[in-house]
């Protein structure tokens, strides 16, 4: 721990500094490349120019580098939380600043967090303090079975945190989903696969051409040539129910399979139905969210090739879509060649995810029970979700190339206790201070006799 402070002391200089990528290496430290490989003792990890240079045993330090001493330390990727409401919301019961839901929105599909992403959001700067660099953001179905387009950000400390708008769209099927659709899964079937027709026909519907020069509607980013083939098909579209214009246009990346769609799900019987879907409409590109029952039907969903952001240990159903739930979901989808990331969304606070992937690790050395080995476990927080969420290589992991998002711990991250010395994002030193770490500076070490007058009860 005396050296984890020392190497924290040796930091402050870089902290001085203006926000520019800083050029540095850090050695004799246990190195974690978040890869799923084992962690290295005695490496050394390389940024420069926001960039890792390179991660390892018997690394060369460049001339012109900062040279820190990690002994006694641990360095890994920052880790990637999906899914999270993160910067969607200050205080969860007061509806004015949360912006998860809109239940009485006339949209669902179209409906974009990008916009409203808080960069100063104590949620976030809480979380950068717990080693979370990078994260996927949605909302949360409420008056549609679709809940709208996610966006990925980073937590670093400047004005833009969103890095990525309409990263993925996001659709409640299973038992969320049959109540959004009138009350049967039946329902919030028909109400998807007319959705998804819908936005072909309005795909259809007419031509123009594009920015490119291209035929049709370009990419989700063409908001020229979105709102051109609206215009055009008013008229054919004014009698409508179930789809706005808006909707509609949000949800044809979706079909072409230029989106990713999130569906939440968890029952067994529900997975099958949403990989059948995916047979229906091949172009999908899938997400499992959710699935406590995944590991009764890990071998299709491996044949599927669909990735799973699975809830970390359920064991206690909350309802009769989870009531094959279990400790070994993950590992099992795991063994059986799922790719497999820990759903941050299923925690009140996403900064714990390191704890449920050391839980995995500690299910290993019970009998009967299926976990994950160290390097899974921390990959499934880091380089996984970062290859779900189209950062394969770029992010979660310390290899050349990659983003210089980088966590100093004070010991092994997967222990209980562990916690951050140092964060960098895009090779960015950031500040840890939040309103939490502020109040326990602050009463920490306060006398009784500065206590407020209402303590004299």
């Given at each position: 721990?005396?050296?984890?402070?020392?190497?924290?002391?040796?930091?402050?200089?870089?902290?001085?500094?203006?926000?520019?990528?800083?050029?540095?290496?850090?050695?004799?430290?246990?190195?974690?490349?978040?890869?799923?490989?084992?962690?290295?003792?005695?490496?050394?990890?390389?940024?420069?120019?926001?960039k890792v240079v390179a991660a390892g045993a018997?690394?060369?330090?460049?001339?012109?580098?900062?040279?820190?001493?990690?002994?006694?330390?641990?360095?890994?990727?920052?880790?990637?939380?999906?899914?999270?409401?993160?910067?969607?919301?200050?205080?969860?019961?007061?509806?004015?600043?949360?912006?998860?839901?809109?239940?009485?929105?006339?949209?669902?599909?179209?409906?974009?967090?990008?916009?409203?992403?808080?960069?100063?959001?104590?949620?976030?700067?809480?979380?950068?303090?717990?080693?979370?660099?990078?994260?996927?953001?949605?909302?949360?179905?409420?008056?549609?079975?679709?809940?709208?387009?996610?966006?990925?950000?980073?937590?670093?400390?400047?004005?833009?945190a969103v890095t990525r708008p309409r990263a993925?769209?996001?659709?409640?099927?299973?038992?969320?989903?049959?109540?959004?659709?009138?009350?049967?899964?039946?329902?919030?079937?028909?109400?998807?696969?007319?959705?998804?027709?819908?936005?072909?026909?309005?795909?259809?519907?007419?031509?123009?051409?594009?920015?490119?020069?291209?035929?049709?509607?370009?990419?989700?980013?063409?908001?020229?040539?979105?709102?051109?083939?609206?215009?055009?098909?008013?008229?054919?579209?004014?009698?409508?129910?179930?789809?706005?214009?808006?909707?509609?246009?949000?949800?044809?990346?979706?079909?072409?399979?230029?989106?990713?769609?999130?569906?939440?799900?968890?029952?067994?019987?529900?997975?099958?139905?949403?990989?059948?879907?995916?047979?229906?409409?091949?172009?999908?590109?899938?997400?499992?969210?959710?699935?406590?029952?995944?590991?009764?039907?890990?071998?299709?969903?491996?044949?599927?090739?669909?990735?799973?952001?699975?809830?970390?240990?359920?064991?206690?159903?909350?309802?009769?879509?989870?009531?094959?739930?279990?400790?070994?979901?993950?590992?099992?989808?795991?063994?059986?060649?799922?790719?497999?990331?820990?759903?941050?969304?299923?925690?009140?606070?996403?900064?714990?995810?390191?704890?449920?992937?050391?839980?995995?690790?500690?299910?290993?050395?019970?009998?009967?029970?299926?976990?994950?080995?160290?390097?899974?476990?921390?990959?499934?927080?880091?380089?996984?979700?970062?290859?779900?969420?189209?950062?394969?290589?770029?992010?979660?992991?310390?290899?050349?190339?990659?983003?210089?998002?980088?966590?100093?711990?004070?010991?092994?991250?997967?222990?209980?206790?562990?916690?951050?010395?140092?964060?960098?994002?895009?090779?960015?030193?950031?500040?840890?201070?939040?309103?939490?770490?502020?109040?326990?500076?602050?009463?920490?070490?306060?006398?009784?006799?500065?206590?407020?007058?209402?303590?004299?009860?």
């Amino acid at each position: 721990m005396k050296r984890a402070l020392t190497l924290a002391a040796g930091l402050v200089a870089l902290a001085a500094t203006p926000a520019t990528a800083q050029n540095v290496a850090i050695t004799n430290a246990t190195v974690a490349t978040g890869d799923g490989s084992d962690p290295v003792e005695g490496a050394t990890v390389v940024v420069r120019g926001g960039k890792v240079v390179a991660a390892g045993a018997g690394v060369a330090v460049p001339a012109g580098v900062q040279v820190l001493d990690g002994s006694g330390t641990w360095v890994t990727p920052g880790l990637f939380a999906t899914v999270t409401n993160l910067g969607l919301w200050d205080v969860g019961a007061v509806r004015e600043s949360n912006d998860i839901r809109a239940g009485g929105s006339p949209f669902s599909a179209a409906l974009d967090v990008a916009p409203v992403v808080n960069p100063a959001s104590q949620h976030i700067l809480i979380h950068r303090a717990a080693g979370i660099t990078r994260a996927a953001v949605s909302g949360a179905a409420s008056g549609s079975i679709f809940a709208g387009q996610g966006a990925i950000i980073d937590l670093g400390s400047d004005a833009q945190a969103v890095t990525r708008p309409r990263a993925f769209q996001v659709v409640e099927l299973g038992e969320g989903g049959a109540r959004l659709a009138g009350g049967s899964r039946a329902s919030a079937q028909a109400l998807f696969r007319n959705a998804l027709l819908e936005a072909g026909e309005f795909e259809r519907n007419g031509t123009i051409t594009s920015p490119g020069g291209g035929r049709g509607i370009t990419r989700q980013g063409d908001d020229i040539g979105i709102d051109r083939r609206m215009a055009r098909t008013a008229r054919d579209r004014a009698s409508d129910v179930l789809l706005t214009r808006f909707d509609a246009a949000a949800l044809v990346p979706v079909a072409r399979g230029e989106q990713p769609l999130y569906v939440m799900v968890e029952r067994a019987a529900d997975i099958r139905s949403a990989l059948a879907l995916k047979q229906e409409f091949p172009r999908l590109d899938m997400v499992l969210v959710g699935a406590s029952e995944g590991w009764l039907v890990a071998r299709e969903i491996a044949a599927a090739g669909v990735p799973v952001i699975a809830d970390g240990l359920d064991d206690l159903p909350q309802g009769f879509d989870q009531l094959a739930s279990t400790q070994s979901n993950i590992g099992r989808m795991v063994k059986a060649g799922v790719k497999v990331a820990i759903n941050a969304a299923a925690m009140e606070n996403p900064r714990n995810l390191n704890q449920y992937a050391g839980n995995l690790v500690a299910l290993t050395r019970i009998p009967g029970a299926d976990g994950l080995s160290w390097g899974q476990a921390f990959a499934a927080i880091s380089s996984v979700p970062a290859a779900i969420s189209g950062m394969a290589g770029k992010a979660g992991v310390l290899a050349p190339g990659a983003m210089g998002d980088l966590v100093i711990w004070d010991g092994d991250p997967l222990e209980v206790g562990s916690m951050p010395v140092k964060v960098f994002i895009d090779g960015v030193e950031q500040p840890l201070d939040n309103h939490q770490s502020r109040l326990k500076e602050r009463y920490r070490d306060l006398d009784e006799s500065d206590l407020p007058k209402a303590y004299d009860w």
